[in-house]
């Protein structure tokens, strides 16, 4: 499609565009507004987390009232980018959709909210999708203070969703007053396709790739191949192929060579198409990372993280990267910053967070957070029994390694010998450790 226009120049401009469109809707923001009933205050003295010194929120998921539990997989998505818009600027600090998402469904108090998760400002709204037409309804408090910043309603056309949720933006930044450059603004508020028939086939496809089952992976690759139909150029549809494609590569379930050539002929092709996309250079390092070349990789995280520092699954994957090239405190450092800004993170997030204590030789600690996980895969164990050996509890970590064995007979010191870690110290002392456990040569 053409190019959105080039957004408004200067923050003077936008004051005066917001003044007249809240003139303009000013009967709905009037009939919005004596409907709020006043919140509650958040107190920052009961809030769980310590408030960040930047402006803090959280997005709320958009209730569907479409009347159509099918179109549930859009509202989600269109607050999924409200969210990731906002945690492109590097001014303010977003809380992740994993952890808004706990509140889903549920009645909730914009004061808990706050509270829970230790912010000032919390977005909620609602959106309608009937036949043609879009019609959301959007508004933001101030916890604190219980008052509500703006409201508002807009009735669209649905093929115009893309400039209505770009002007949801404008307000935030706006009212929020945290200083942004025009480049930055220009970057964030790019869209990367104006087909909404595009658009909802990579939501669906986001929506089958976190099932992470073979099926569902099919099903996604399918997805984003029919969102490219859609739009040839739509480069986060080919970035999220490209992370499909290395996960078949790294899973060892197709044609691997295949598999890996697809997934960086789409990163490639995603960098080209929008060489400011963070989603198009993480697409990139995971592959570049699941191939063991760790200077690219490294090279092409820490784009995506300079142009998205507030995204707590990027944080926490990249992780894995930071401990096979050495850097284990680096990782200890970086997937804690993940946990604040998505406080109810999932369990994944322990293991990577041990896995890290370990290599920095923060025995004690890697044990409290691997004892955490709710759900553990075997490969834990793995981690597990080398932390137990370290700590000199060797006979549990023979019994560890036991129960490990009962699923993966076959796994022994020769297996990971293969593994690709740059720092070899770090892979040696491992394997030295799992080797006292008990690992068979």
């Given at each position: 499609?053409?190019?959105?226009?080039?957004?408004?120049k200067t923050q003077r401009l936008i004051v005066a565009v917001i003044a007249i469109v809240l003139v303009a809707g000013g009967g709905t923001a009037y009939w919005l507004k004596s409907r709020m009933p006043q919140v509650d205050t958040a107190s920052v003295e009961r809030m769980v987390l310590p408030m960040p010194d930047e402006p803090s929120i959280a997005v709320l998921p958009f209730d569907n009232l479409s009347g159509d539990p099918e179109q549930e997989y859009f509202s989600d998505g269109i607050t999924n980018d409200i969210i990731t818009d906002l945690s492109k600027f590097s001014g303010v600090f977003v809380i992740a959709s994993n952890s808004t998402f706990t509140y889903k469904g549920k009645p909730v108090k914009v004061q808990q909210v706050a509270e829970d998760l230790g912010v000032r400002y919390v977005l909620e709204?609602?959106?309608?999708?009937?036949?043609?037409?879009?019609?959301?309804?959007?508004?933001?408090i101030d916890a604190t203070s219980g008052r509500h910043l703006w409201a508002e309603r807009y009735e669209r056309d649905s093929k115009d969703l893309f400039a209505v949720q770009t002007e949801i933006i404008e307000m935030i930044v706006a009212t929020l007053a945290f200083r942004v450059e025009e480049v930055e603004r220009e970057r964030v508020l790019h869209k990367d396709t104006e087909s909404l028939a595009a658009y909802d086939y990579l939501l669906l496809g986001q929506k089958a790739f976190f099932v992470f089952a073979k099926e569902s992976t099919t099903e996604a690759r399918s997805l984003f191949e029919t969102a490219i139909e859609l739009d040839p150029n739509y480069a986060q549809a080919y970035a999220w192929l490209a992370f499909v494609h290395t996960n078949l590569y790294s899973k060892r379930t197709e044609d691997t060579d295949r598999s890996l050539e697809i997934a960086f002929e789409m990163a490639r092709k995603a960098v080209t198409l929008s060489p400011d996309d963070y989603w198009s250079h993480w697409a990139f390092g995971y592959a570049y990372k699941e191939t063991g070349d760790f200077d690219r990789a490294l090279a092409e995280y820490e784009r995506?993280?300079?142009?998205?520092?507030?995204?707590?699954?990027?944080?926490?994957?990249?992780?894995?990267?930071?401990?096979?090239?050495?850097?284990?405190?680096?990782?200890?450092?970086?997937i804690k910053l993940a946990m604040r800004i998505n406080p109810h993170y999932p369990d994944w997030y322990l293991w990577n967070l041990g896995w890290a204590q370990y290599f920095a030789g923060d025995y004690e600690e890697a044990l409290v957070s691997l004892k955490r996980m709710s759900n553990p895969p075997n490969s834990v164990r793995r981690t597990l029994a080398a932390v137990l050996v370290r700590l000199g509890r060797?006979?549990?970590?023979?019994?560890?390694?036991?129960?490990f064995r009962e699923q993966?007979?076959?796994?022994?010191?020769a297996t990971m010998e293969n593994y690709a870690f740059q720092n070899r110290t770090y892979l040696e002392r491992w394997i030295e450790d799992l080797r006292t456990a008990g690992l068979p040569e």
């Open positions: 499609g053409s190019r959105p226009e080039a957004p408004l709204g609602s959106v309608q999708r009937l036949g043609g037409q879009i019609r959301i309804n959007a508004q933001l995506a993280l300079g142009m998205n520092p507030n995204d707590a699954t990027l944080l926490a994957e990249m992780v894995e990267l930071l401990v096979q090239i050495g850097k284990a405190e680096d990782g200890v450092a970086q060797v006979e549990e970590a023979r019994a560890v390694i036991a129960a993966e007979p076959d796994f022994t010191v």
